[in-house]
């Protein structure tokens, strides 16, 4: 038997069928799931949850079979649906009120109408702009970590991994950092919408912040297309396609993609981020695993899909289908909501061995669902790659000994379906000499 990152050996097969009870939407579940995944997998794995009315797909089969199928189970309904759930009439009026306008998400879109606006957004993802802004990121990484090495704790997420990618997508977009703050807020607020646990008092408190981000956005989008620059925004405002009907993205195209690498590069890369410190903090033979990987950059990115693997920041995304349809043995009716657990699909040991074992051997490595798949997968995941091995390596050359400074049953996590994203992470550490 193999240690796993949790400090267990590899766990039996099958699972709790008591917990196919209970719902994804219970804290205790919510923050600890993969026993609820392998029951899920073992014993019903299209299961109905009945408190959020959503079917969860939880075999890597499965998963695969949507993927291949998007017109079927169709992601941009998927979205809508989801999107400020019970509440998204009132929020449209908020927006469009006082937030420049509704922006649907572009990226979202499905096919064929989704391929024109991802080659477009490509155009911001260029092997070009990753490598140019690379040296960008490790010194942000660098200054964020030099505050707090002498001092000898931080909170792994308000002192690392949150600012690390705010101000990261702020160079990106070309914003100040000064506005670091705000995206905090904007970021919690938007990803709240498709969390599926907020009440009609928090709904309201969060259109306030998205029409503010939706205003930001809107203003830096206006001054893109007065004066160029050299930045995501720019490259999304004069991306070109050779096609004489539809050459360029429209200006709604250009707010909801800004707003979507704001928001969606900012919380998913600093819950990444954040599972790697819980990661080696608890588990000091990992840590001396990253370390050895420092010099080898094949190591280290073998370590950083594993990471990615066992540890997903996106435990799934919503999918609606546009008619009848069997999947795992279940007929699912036209318009059934679809909870796509990309965790539980990395999670599955008919694909991956020992799945809660750690493993940056594992000849299967890149099979996990972490971004996704098929016309939808990730557009920015060779940045959130490059960000996370960056991270690793600078943590890694400038502090040691990093422990969690609290017992683990004290980390909050963030009250969301989509995201498993940590709210602190207290640490101590000693400065590497």
Not at 104 to 128: C, Q, W
Request: a negative charge; glycine letters at 8%.
């Amino acid at each position: 038997m193999s240690e796993s990152a949790e400090g267990a050996t590899c766990p039996e097969l099958g699972g709790d069928t008591a917990l196919l009870n209970m719902s994804l939407a219970d804290p205790a579940i919510l923050t600890k799931p993969n026993d609820y995944y392998r029951a899920l997998r073992s014993g019903d794995p299209v299961h109905y949850d009945e408190q959020l009315g959503v079917y969860m797909v939880s075999r890597y089969a499965d998963l695969q079979t949507v993927f291949r199928d998007p017109i079927t189970f169709s992601q941009e309904k998927g979205w809508h649906q989801q999107f400020a759930r019970g509440y998204l009439d009132e929020l449209k009026e908020i927006l469009i009120r006082d937030g420049g306008g509704y922006f649907p998400e572009a990226i979202l879109r499905d096919p064929p109408r989704h391929a024109r606006v991802r080659r477009l957004m490509e155009k911001a993802f260029s092997g070009h702009r990753v490598m140019l802004l690379e040296p960008m990121i490790r010194k942000v990484i660098g200054e964020l970590i030099e505050k707090a090495a002498d001092r000898g704790y931080a909170d792994g997420v308000t002192d690392f991994a949150m600012p690390m990618t705010i101000a990261i997508m702020c160079e990106q977009l070309g914003i100040s950092h000064r506005d670091g703050e705000s995206v905090e807020k904007w970021s919690r607020a938007y990803t709240a919408q498709v969390g599926g646990l907020q009440d009609r008092a928090t709904m309201l408190e969060h259109a306030k912040q998205i029409c503010d981000l939706q205003n930001y956005i809107i203003a830096q989008v206006r001054a893109r297309q007065a004066n160029r620059t050299e930045d995501m925004i720019s490259d999304l405002v004069y991306a070109r396609l050779n096609d004489e009907e539809n050459p360029a993205l429209t200006f709604e195209e250009i707010v909801a993609l800004a707003r979507a690498m704001l928001v969606g590069g900012n919380d998913t890369t600093a819950a990444a981020l954040s599972n790697l410190l819980l990661l080696i903090a608890r588990n000091p033979a990992l840590a001396a695993q990253l370390e050895q990987c420092m010099g080898d950059p094949v190591r280290l990115g073998r370590f950083v899909e594993e990471l990615l693997r066992i540890e997903p920041p996106v435990r799934g995304l919503f999918r609606v289908t546009t008619k009848e349809v069997e999947l795992g043995g279940k007929v699912l009716p036209e318009g059934a909501y679809v909870c796509m657990l990309f965790a539980s699909g990395n999670d599955d040991e008919s694909v991956f061995n020992c799945p809660r074992s750690f493993d940056a051997d594992r000849k299967n490595l890149t099979k996990h669902m972490s971004f996704g798949g098929g016309v939808h997968l990730c557009v920015g995941m060779a940045l959130a790659r490059m960000e996370i091995k960056v991270a690793a390596v600078e943590l890694m050359t400038r502090l040691k000994d990093i422990k969690l400074a609290v017992p683990i049953e004290e980390i909050r996590y963030v009250p969301t379906v989509a995201i498993l994203s940590m709210k602190n992470l207290p640490l101590t550490f000693s400065r590497r000499l």
